[in-house]
DNA sequence: ATGTATCTCATACTAAAGTACCAAAGTGAT
DNA sequence: ATCACTTTGGTACTTTAGTATGAGATACAT
């Protein structure tokens, strides 16, 4: 936030700067109003996007990880690499194959799982975990 | 796209217009300088911000339900209320609950949309049926 | 009318998921 | 060193999920 602040105060100064040289520019004679006004053109059209690129960004972030709400869950490394593999679409006997265990291992993770996120099944512990931000895409 | 071509087209003639109307005036001693480039920063900014707009909708509108892929599938209409059932996280006996119908016919209706969907199990049916946009959210 | 697809439901079965314990070994912090 | 937590794995059991097959009822189109 306080990035923000300041990179948007440098913006301002730089606006203001931008004028007061354009305009004595012409005055001097250096410069066409052609060229001038062109360049304030572009200048502007750019902030524009970029500003408005900055708060695109700031509404699909809200789409990714939540990692606050991850914490708060409290579920372990494991168990939330279980929970991703379960929203893959995978069974316990693959999931347990990927990650180089036993299927009894996995049944246990994921039974930690449901407590942890209140679930009675996968599809429901999946579901809850999207609503909670906790799952990538 | 050609909607989007006449509009281009038609602001790229606004701003050679608006760029000559300005010229005039400073030449013509109507406008002082200051309130030209200040018109023209602010114009540009406003078509910069719109652009950028403009292609943040096309790109967060894909995220919606694709029509076409739910039609190229031949899920029937029972199927795919089955199917959102399912990814809402209920079991086979809640669905059946909830669509007035025994839990056997909701078992025939899971395995025709496994066929359709060409998946093992529920959970795998339900991550094909989001990466073909075909589930609300 | 007759065929095609949908929706419904049943039985009988197999496979997977999930629960409830228990327990050993490792990790990390105080 | 001790405590809390994690990771691992096991057995035994219950519950869902999923498959295969058959079949009646409805609706809709040719």
Known sequence: MKKTVLIFGMLAFAILALL???????????????????????????????????????????????????D????????YEVLIE??????????????FVSESTIKTHVSNVFLKLDAKRRTQAIQKAKELQILPI
């Open 86 to 99: 379960m929203a893959s679409g995978y069974s316990n006997k693959e999931i347990a194959t990927h990650l």
């Open 72 to 79: 708060t869950i409290g579920l372990s490394k494991r168990e």
């Open 20 to 70: 007061q040289l354009s305009k004595y520019a012409l005055i001097s004679g250096d410069l066409t109003i052609e060229l001038i006004i062109s360049g304030i053109a572009i200048v502007f059209f750019v902030i524009g996007v970029a500003i408005q690129k900055r708060f695109r960004k700031q509404e699909t972030e809200s789409k990714e990880i939540d990692q606050k709400q991850l």
